[in-house]
């Protein structure tokens, strides 16, 4: 009785919160007597509790749908800089038929989809933006993730046991609700629904339209080395998680193996390719049982560990490693695979299809801090007894009719990842000295992409940065456009002598106020990207001629040559500098662009990691690279040039 009393209790709770949660002035007007009021009510109803990572779900709004006119108005303002008074105009004409005509049917269609559900862009965000794509997983989609500046140890098996069981222990906390949910400004829970895909979660290739195989409560992982695949068991026969020391042992036996015989032909070469080629040797892989039964059982482990034999150094290297690999050893389908290389490097490499980076950081940071080591980098001694495990079970293959063909793509591989021209570097500040400019931190670094790009190339392009919509119910991202016709002020009052400092200043703090603005629109789903994308996905429906509006040129020729994205850091009280994520990346969107992350590290360093592609005769991330250095600088010097005048 008293349990189901208490959960009628929360259930109106719930309901309560979903009403309070949807109130999204106190992104604008954060020092309104209606903020205070509201924040007040949310204290109240919420209590002191955290009820874990999974326990506000249910009390999140729905994801809001926008007003198709004030999409129309933003998506003007947006692409306007990028176009000659004659294109603006016809793409003017364009928006006002669209509005009339198309515009409010398809916002019918959309709008009965968010009456049925709770966020009316999910499987719309994930057919279109992922499943349906054709192009290759490793350059254009997946992300990636390193670790710390200082390695703990360079045993290669002792490193891998530890993260290993950190992983385990992360996904166990979860599975009984034992982690905090984090909330912004410590009230407003985000949406962690895309934790049910962390784990045993895969992207199984399609012809025309792949799809995401989930494996609830998966109990095995995978591990590959030198081409040969092995499953374990993650927990002992009594329930428990099995040790970093175990885990030791497993690895070793594994090694060990790798060195009595053979380096094997890799099945995840192909995994590299595009989507379609893919699709087609899989299900010819399918037809054998034996490959059928190898590949279920890395499909539905809970991830997969791959003990590399590189050897990377700098940062560049590292970043190849984690994002590339060789041609053959990265299992591109694989949500999550977890890499330590010979010397003790530890990082990941993600499938992005079904969760995004927010996710992904906050296991990530739950691993790299939670690694024991011993000063010259062994496991800390345990007295607890041996037990007797299950051991790993090698999977097998029958690969012969494929040997030729796995040859010619490791070699396209090869050929592919070559043209990947990787960057990383590192400022000697960070938003602590950013935020005593009196400027956003994200909005700084944003105009020295900018400004760092505009010098580089002599023009300005189309640029998408992620903003987190986690606020809804399973909300994911949405476009931040950062670029301005201020921004773009900027960027050429710089270098003119003939503009004052005061001035540019000025122009610059304008920039950053409409990129400001224009993140909170995002933040609280009143974008223009991901609305756009859905009326596009309801005017497909009837598989007709799209509309007049999306093959005007302002939506079909202006690419997102600047891909951008923050990397976020500090989800957990037992954050440090020192075990931080140095950070991660992607490519470029583009082929003609540049994918750019930068992280805080702390609060006085920040890191970049730029990806181009050499394909491009335009594009170069080490001369972007020098820019960044140079506009950080000249930024930095310019605001406090003002604050001195001031």
Request: glycine share 6%.
């Amino acid at each position: 009785m008293l349990a189901t009393v208490s959960s009628w209790i929360w259930q109106l709770r719930c309901i309560l919160l979903s009403y309070l949660f949807s109130y999204t002035g106190w992104m604008y007007n954060p020092k309104s007597i209606k903020t205070w009021l509201w924040a007040l009510a949310v204290k109240t109803v919420s209590g002191s509790r955290n009820h874990g990572i999974r326990g506000y779900t249910d009390a999140l709004p729905s994801l809001p749908l926008p007003d198709l006119a004030t999409t129309m108005k933003r998506y003007l303002v947006s692409v306007k800089p990028f176009l000659t008074a004659e294109q603006f105009a016809t793409t003017q004409d364009v928006a006002e038929r669209f509005l009339k005509n198309d515009g409010p049917k398809l916002q019918l269609r959309l709008n009965m989809i968010r009456v049925q559900g709770r966020n009316w862009l999910e499987d719309i965000w994930l057919r279109i933006a992922y499943m349906r794509s054709r192009s290759s997983l490793p350059v254009s989609s997946n992300i990636y993730c390193v670790g710390q500046r200082a390695r703990p140890t360079t045993v290669r098996k002792t490193r891998a046991a530890m993260m290993v069981y950190a992983v385990n222990e992360f996904m166990q906390l979860y599975d009984h609700n034992k982690l905090p949910c984090f909330k912004t400004m410590k009230m407003i829970p985000v949406c962690n629904g895309g934790y049910q895909f962390v784990f045993g979660s895969h992207r199984v290739p399609g012809l025309q339209e792949d799809s995401i195989r989930v494996t609830p409560n998966a109990k095995h992982m995978a591990i590959m080395h030198r081409g040969r695949y092995y499953t374990a068991d993650m927990f002992a026969p009594d329930g428990t998680l099995v040790t970093a020391h175990e885990w030791r042992e497993r690895f070793a036996y594994i090694e060990q193996q790798a060195e009595s015989g053979e380096e094997s032909v890799n099945v995840a070469t192909f995994t590299a390719q595009d989507r379609d080629t893919w699709a087609q040797q899989y299900l010819r892989l399918r037809e054998s049982s034996v490959n059928s039964a190898s590949l279920d059982a890395i499909e539905t482990s809970a991830f997969l560990l791959v003990l590399d034999d590189a050897e990377p150094e700098t940062d560049e290297e590292v970043a190849r490693c984690f994002m590339l690999g060789d041609g053959t050893n990265r299992f591109f389908d694989k949500t999550f695979t977890m890499i330590v290389t010979a010397n003790g490097e530890a990082g990941t490499n993600i499938e992005h299809a079904p969760t995004d980076a927010t996710v992904w950081a906050r296991v990530w940071e739950h691993c790299l801090h939670h690694e024991y080591y011993t000063s010259d980098g062994d496991l800390l001694a345990t007295d607890e007894p041996a037990r007797k495990l299950s051991g790993v079970v090698e999977l097998s293959w029958e690969l012969d009719d494929f040997k030729d063909e796995l040859e010619t793509v490791r070699q396209s591989n090869i050929a592919l990842f070559k043209t990947v021209d990787k960057c990383v570097m590192h400022s000697d500040f960070g938003k602590g000295e950013m935020k005593r400019l009196r400027v956003s931190p994200d909005g700084f670094t944003q105009m020295v992409i900018q400004l760092a790009y505009y010098r580089l190339h002599n023009k300005f392009s189309l640029t998408y940065e992620s903003a987190s919509t986690r606020m809804f119910y399973h909300g994911r991202t949405e476009t931040i456009r950062p670029v301005s016709e201020d921004s773009m002020q900027f960027c050429k009052s710089m270098d003119d002598p003939s503009v004052s400092r005061l001035e540019v200043a000025r122009l610059l703090k304008s920039a950053i106020k409409t990129q400001t603005s224009r993140k909170v629109d995002a933040v609280v789903g009143q974008g223009v990207d991901r609305h756009l994308l859905g009326l596009y996905a309801m005017a497909m429906v009837d598989g007709t001629t799209p509309p007049e509006i999306f093959r005007d040129a302002a939506w079909s020729s202006l690419p997102f040559d600047l891909s951008t994205s923050q990397t976020p850091t500090k989800l957990a009280t037992f954050w440090t500098p020192e075990k931080c994520c140095l950070g991660g990346g992607f490519g470029p969107v583009s082929k003609t662009g540049y994918g750019v992350s930068y992280i805080f590290n702390g609060e006085d360093t920040i890191y970049y990691f730029i990806c181009s592609l050499k394909t491009c005769p335009e594009t170069d991330s080490k001369k972007l690279t020098k820019q960044l250095l140079v506009a950080m600088d000249d930024i930095r010097n310019l605001l406090k040039g003002a604050m001195a005048a001031s």
